[in-house]
């Protein structure tokens, strides 16, 4: 009691309080569509997929790596991580992009943005899918299924979902993509 009350006499006279930050380090980042000296990416919606059959196909994985960017245990209050998945293929590139937040007994969160191209295009598909699902639809799982990302990533509900069309195009006719960020409910 005495604390609190020298704590409240100590910041009486604080007037400037520091904006909010957003202590789970979510991210909406989609990907960079910028070359600022002669390309730029033109863009456009499309309902255009990758093709199933060669994503499930059995064959040689020529490259492929993972990469955490960043990971935090949130003081013990849940996890927040951003990885970066690249698989190479005889016939097709793949990458994933994959932000997941888990709050514990509040929320989660999963961004993905997938990548794909097969080496005969000219342009790449970009597929952005948000998924979100407070601590009450997701009493059913287990603990164990929801600190793994790739096991719960299928099986909390799409809140939104685009697929864009990527072409690398002159400097006249560009668009900019990244405008097309997924807004955080």
Same mark, same amino acid.
């Given at each position: 009691?005495?604390?609190?009350?020298?704590?409240?006499? #100590?910041?009486?006279?604080?007037? /400037?309080?520091?904006?909010? =930050?957003?202590?789970?380090f979510?991210?909406?980042?989609?990907?960079?569509?910028?070359? &600022?000296?002669?390309?730029?990416?033109?863009?456009?919606?499309?309902?255009?997929?990758?093709? %199933?059959?060669k994503?499930? &196909?059995? $064959?040689?994985?020529?490259?492929? $790596? +993972?990469?955490?960017? #960043?990971?935090?245990? @949130?003081?013990?209050?849940?996890?927040?991580?951003?990885?970066l998945?690249?698989?190479i !293929?005889?016939? #097709?590139? @793949?990458?994933?992009?994959? =932000?997941?937040?888990?709050?514990?007994?509040?929320? !989660?969160?999963?961004?993905?943005?997938?990548?794909?191209? +097969?080496?005969?295009?000219?342009?790449?598909?970009?597929d952005?899918?948000? %998924?979100?699902?407070?601590?009450h639809? @997701?009493?059913? =799982?287990?603990?164990?299924?929801?600190r793994? +990302?790739?096991?719960?990533?299928?099986?909390?509900p799409?809140?939104? /979902?685009?697929?864009?069309?990527? !072409?690398?195009?002159?400097?006249e006719k560009?668009?900019?993509?990244?405008?097309?960020?997924?807004?955080?409910?």
């Amino acid at each position: 009691k005495q604390w609190y009350q020298r704590r409240v006499a #100590f910041t009486a006279g604080v007037t /400037n309080t520091p904006k909010p =930050f957003d202590w789970t380090f979510s991210t909406r980042y989609v990907g960079t569509t910028r070359d &600022a000296d002669r390309h730029a990416w033109y863009c456009e919606r499309t309902t255009d997929q990758p093709d %199933r059959e060669k994503l499930l &196909a059995r $064959d040689t994985i020529k490259f492929h $790596d +993972e990469v955490v960017l #960043f990971e935090d245990e @949130l003081a013990d209050n849940g996890s927040s991580k951003l990885i970066l998945k690249c698989r190479i !293929m005889p016939e #097709f590139i @793949l990458v994933l992009l994959r =932000f997941y937040l888990r709050v514990d007994k509040v929320m !989660m969160r999963i961004q993905e943005t997938r990548l794909y191209t +097969e080496l005969a295009w000219d342009y790449v598909l970009r597929d952005v899918t948000l %998924r979100e699902a407070g601590c009450h639809a @997701l009493q059913h =799982f287990p603990p164990a299924i929801l600190r793994d +990302e790739n096991v719960i990533s299928s099986r909390i509900p799409v809140v939104e /979902n685009y697929q864009e069309k990527l !072409m690398i195009v002159k400097k006249e006719k560009s668009t900019d993509c990244d405008s097309a960020l997924i807004p955080l409910l």
